[in-house]
């Protein structure tokens, strides 16, 4: 949809769009900007251009136009108790893990926190209206301008100011006049600085007009009227029209503060901190004018390092304060923003890996390591960590509970960080000598061997850091995750009524209403339909077999094999009772292990993905690195204390907003809930979990969960197999019965070994007397050496490395006519030993390499002596016969 378009249809009508009771009452003036032709409203009758444009442009700095200071944390306060006092409802923010919506990976704006999906459609639920809430925001598609801007984020709070315009909420005129009075009244900014310039905004199939506003160049918040849907032209108004309000909680600081940066009153104590560490007075002229040139050009130029250039020149900064303040400066903002938005996003359960929303997060730790060793900085990581969250724990207690869990996950990943950094040297040198790299190829760079484009510059491979680098590696990352709808021919037909959510009879009675192909479709079922990682039920209906049970939207079709009944018929149908309940307990062991498994690991334990069979089951958790043995044994153990303590699974229905607020979003494990009614499984407070599944009734009837096998998958994903129930009692007794047999094997070849060892010793008695047999023309065939005049061979696994070579070796010295050739085993490798004399005709480097060969290994050597060897045991008879073969002829 083009928004210019709309801009100009709507801005062609002020008075049905924009044209609020405030700007009537107040005597706002329409005006156009002289320079860009954009309408604004504004009290000052001889403004004549709008605040992109304005003399005025971010002339706050240095002078801000309050009398009142405030803080970040003091300006959530001002905001909190004004909209309040208002009668709005304060909401605390939503996880940045954006769990209720499956097409994004992080929550980039407030409104996000109250859209949920319906079949094609985005519906607004909200907890209250009206709300205020102060919602943590991600977004990495401008990391390269964060630290060097002075109002660039990678996390920022947008306030959100939420209305449905009903008997309780507010639409356009209340809206405006509230955001004036926030200004105004709360935060003392005189009126005469308020400036409000029209917009649109457009997402989702909707649309509606919007007002930014402005104080002294700066955008504050906007708000936007969601009101219509469809094309311009033959739109129609939304049946739930939205007031989504956005403002910029680090913009009300600055402006209040009026300090070079919103960095500066933004991050707290941190700055004194990370400031002292390089000795830099924050609050200088020559910072104000630099960074209100960066502020000022940052919209009109699309390369940021032209902009930062052109800072550089109007602010007279020399090369000396450039390098000893200006990029000192840039790299304290940059750790202590990258640090911030790691805690938010590991508080709520996101781990830094080279997928999905890890990648940004790995990103940007890698880039806060990269900008210490560039400073040279002796930094102590837990420490900010601490102060970080000491700031902002009164506005967000959730930060305070996993503090420690913070610094470990940023402890293990700045190791791999350390660890990768001789490959990156090497890559480096490389890149240097090739010459300045695309932005595709420092894409490719950082794919493939984690190289930030930051450690280039740092070591001189690369000048600067391209503009569009960043934006560009989060395009390809952003989430698709579209499914594909099979089309079948079930329209106008009703829903199925789900027996197995139900009274759930194993053997029930059902009428045919759709026959198509191998299928049908029932009026009701106890046939459980594969979802949520669950396999379906198997049966009969009709007496023909029950293959496949598949759900579209509310309509269950069943795959049938061997026949099919016809529409109309009245079918006797059968569940296989077995294959339910062993799925029945995989699927609630699934629900077990993922709790017992954030207990023993961690609170960023989040179910990935999940597999019920009958016969066996797996679970994919978030962990940054595999498990090892005593991790499992302790997983397993915390689980099977679950069946033990035979808790009840409570099944309840709740209305989705109701859970979410009684129960959080963790109650997400297996993905986003699509219908307003929520199914929710608990097992006391242990685990509550949103799900479509089948379930025991107390975790003791479960009786038993045994883990097969773990293995790490992917990055920040492990993978556990498991067994429950029959399987795992039988599990257990076969691996009862691999043991016993292990132990026999291991007491058989401990005893073959000894008896081998007593053969070898008797045998290297024997050498002088073989070599005497040999040179006389005797037969050694009854000691496993077979000969041919005076050339020998042997494979018994009585003659071990000291034989072989004692007896070839002595036995050429003796005559040069002679040669020997053993094959015998060595560990896991098949070894070859040849001696020949100078006279005997044989090679034993040609020997040595063919028997290597065909054993999969290698053999060197000249012709007098040649050893070899492989691991291919198969191969061990083929190779006997042929060395036996080449020495005796």
């Given at each position: 949809m083009d928004k210019n378009q709309i801009l100009k249809e709507f801005s062609s009508d002020p008075d049905k769009y924009y044209n609020v009771k405030l700007f009537q009452e107040q005597g706002f003036i329409r005006k156009s900007c002289s320079k860009c032709g954009r309408f604004f409203w504004t009290l000052d009758a001889d403004r004549t251009l709008c605040p992109d444009d304005g003399t005025d442009t971010y002339s706050f700095i240095g002078e801000p136009p309050t009398s009142k200071r405030f803080d970040y944390t003091q300006s959530w306060k001002q905001v909190e108790e004004f909209f309040v006092k208002n009668n709005h409802t304060s909401v605390s923010r939503y996880p940045v893990v954006c769990r209720w919506r499956d097409d994004l990976y992080f929550t980039i704006a407030s409104i996000v926190d109250f859209q949920r999906i319906m079949g094609s459609k985005v519906v607004f639920e909200f907890p209250a209206n009206p709300l205020v809430v102060p919602q943590t925001c991600l977004r990495f598609k401008d990391l390269e301008n964060v630290g060097v801007t002075g109002r660039h984020f990678s996390s920022f709070c947008m306030i959100g100011q939420h209305s449905v315009p009903n008997n309780q909420g507010y639409w356009k005129d209340e809206c405006v006049d509230l955001d004036y009075r926030l200004l105004t009244d709360q935060f003392g900014i005189k009126k005469e600085e308020v400036v409000f310039v029209e917009d649109v905004w457009a997402g989702g199939g909707s649309f509606g007009p919007s007002l930014e506003y402005f104080v002294r160049g700066l955008e504050l918040g906007n708000a936007v009227f969601t009101e219509f849907q469809g094309e311009l032209g033959q739109h129609t108004t939304l049946d739930q029209r939205v007031i989504d309000m956005g403002a910029g909680l680090e913009r009300f600081a600055w402006i209040t503060m009026g300090t070079p940066t919103a960095y500066d009153c933004c991050f707290g104590p941190i700055n004194e901190k990370l400031f002292n560490k390089i000795g830099i007075d924050s609050d200088s002229e020559i910072l104000r004018k630099y960074f209100t040139e960066i502020a000022k050009e940052i919209d009109h130029y699309d390369d940021l390092n032209e902009v930062r250039r052109l800072a550089i020149k109007n602010a007279g900064i020399t090369d000396s304060q450039l390098t000893k303040m200006i990029t000192p400066m840039e790299g304290m903002y940059l750790i202590a923003d990258h640090l911030r938005t790691l805690i938010f996003a590991i508080t709520d359960g996101a781990l830094p890996s080279n997928v999905g929303g890890g990648y940004n997060l790995r990103m940007m730790l890698r880039r806060i390591n990269a900008t210490v060793g560039k400073l040279n900085l002796k930094l102590d990581i837990d420490d900010l960590i601490d102060t970080h969250i000491d700031y902002l724990k009164d506005t967000y207690p959730e930060l305070n509970e996993k503090r420690e869990d913070v610094k470990q996950i940023l402890k293990i990943e700045s190791a791999r960080y350390e660890e990768s950094k001789v490959h990156m040297k090497k890559k480096a040198e490389k890149i240097r000598e090739k010459g300045t790299p695309t932005v595709e190829e420092l894409i490719t760079f950082y794919e493939s061997d984690g190289i930030t484009p930051e450690y280039l510059k740092e070591v001189d491979a690369i000048a600067e850091v391209p503009s569009s680098f960043y934006s560009k590696l989060s395009d390809l990352h952003q989430s698709e995750k579209k499914k594909a709808i099979t089309e079948l021919p079930l329209e106008k037909l009703p829903e199925t009524e789900t027996l197995f959510y139900k009274d759930d009879p194993m053997e029930f009675e059902a009428k045919v209403i759709k026959v198509f192909d191998d299928q049908v479709v029932l009026d009701k079922t106890s046939f459980y339909a594969r979802g949520g990682g669950q396999e379906p039920d198997h049966g009969s209906i009709a007496e023909f077999e029950v293959v496949d049970v598949d759900k579209h939207a509310d309509i269950i079709v069943h795959k049938l094999k061997g026949g099919i009944p016809n529409e109309g018929d009245t079918v006797q149908c059968k569940v296989d009772a077995t294959r339910r309940s062993n799925i029945t307990k995989n699927h609630t062991s699934t629900h077990i292990i993922n709790t017992s498994a954030r207990s023993v690991l961690g609170s960023w334990v989040w179910q990935h993905s999940a597999f019920k069979d009958d016969d066996h089951a797996r679970l994919d958790i978030t962990h940054h690195s595999s498990l090892n043995d005593q991790q499992v044994k302790?997983?397993?153990?915390?689980?099977?204390?679950?069946?033990?303590?035979?808790?009840?699974?409570?099944?309840?229905?709740?209305?989705?907003?109701?859970?979410?607020?009684?129960?959080?979003?963790?109650?997400?494990?297996?993905?986003?809930?699509?219908?307003?009614?929520?199914?929710?499984?608990?097992?006391?407070?242990?685990?509550?979990?949103?799900?479509?599944?089948?379930?025991?009734?107390?975790?003791?009837?479960?009786?038993?969960?045994?883990?097969?096998?773990?293995?790490?998958?992917?990055?920040?994903?492990?993978?556990?197999?498991?067994?429950?129930?029959?399987?795992?009692?039988?599990?257990?007794?076969?691996?009862?019965?691999?043991?016993?047999?292990?132990?026999?094997?291991?007491?058989?070849?401990?005893?073959?070994?000894?008896?081998?060892?007593?053969?070898?010793?008797?045998?290297?008695?024997?050498?002088?007397?073989?070599?005497?047999?040999?040179?006389?023309?005797?037969?050694?065939?009854?000691?496993?050496?077979?000969?041919?005049?005076?050339?020998?061979?042997?494979?018994?696994?009585?003659?071990?490395?000291?034989?072989?070579?004692?007896?070839?070796?002595?036995?050429?010295?003796?005559?040069?006519?002679?040669?020997?050739?053993?094959?015998?085993?060595?560990?896991?490798?098949?070894?070859?030993?040849?001696?020949?004399?100078?006279?005997?005709?044989?090679?034993?480097?040609?020997?040595?390499?063919?028997?290597?060969?065909?054993?999969?290994?290698?053999?060197?050597?000249?012709?007098?002596?040649?050893?070899?060897?492989?691991?291919?045991?198969?191969?061990?008879?083929?190779?006997?016969?042929?060395?036996?073969?080449?020495?005796?002829?």
């Open positions: 302790q997983i397993e153990d915390a689980a099977n204390k679950m069946i033990k303590d035979n808790y009840p699974v409570k099944i309840e229905y709740f209305d989705r907003g109701t859970a979410e607020q009684q129960y959080g979003f963790r109650i997400y494990q297996g993905g986003v809930v699509p219908v307003k009614s929520v199914r929710i499984v608990s097992i006391e407070d242990k685990d509550i979990e949103a799900c479509g599944g089948t379930h025991v009734k107390n975790t003791g009837d479960i009786e038993l969960i045994k883990i097969t096998k773990t293995k790490r998958i992917q990055d920040g994903v492990v993978r556990l197999e498991f067994v429950s129930g029959p399987n795992a009692f039988e599990y257990v007794k076969e691996q009862e019965e691999e043991s016993k047999r292990k132990e026999q094997q291991a007491i058989e070849k401990q005893q073959l070994e000894k008896q081998r060892e007593e053969n070898k010793d008797k045998a290297r008695e024997k050498i002088p007397v073989f070599i005497e047999k040999i040179l006389a023309g005797e037969s050694l065939d009854s000691e496993e050496i077979n000969s041919k005049g005076k050339l020998c061979f042997t494979a018994s696994n009585n003659y071990d490395d000291y034989f072989n070579q004692n007896f070839g070796k002595k036995l050429v010295a003796k005559d040069d006519t002679a040669a020997f050739c053993g094959i015998f085993e060595a560990g896991p490798t098949i070894r070859v030993m040849i001696f020949a004399g100078k006279k005997s005709g044989v090679n034993a480097g040609e020997i040595a390499k063919e028997i290597a060969s065909i054993l999969g290994g290698s053999g060197g050597g000249d012709a007098k002596f040649a050893q070899g060897g492989g691991k291919d045991t198969s191969k061990k008879d083929e190779a006997i016969q042929k060395a036996k073969s080449m020495i005796l002829g």
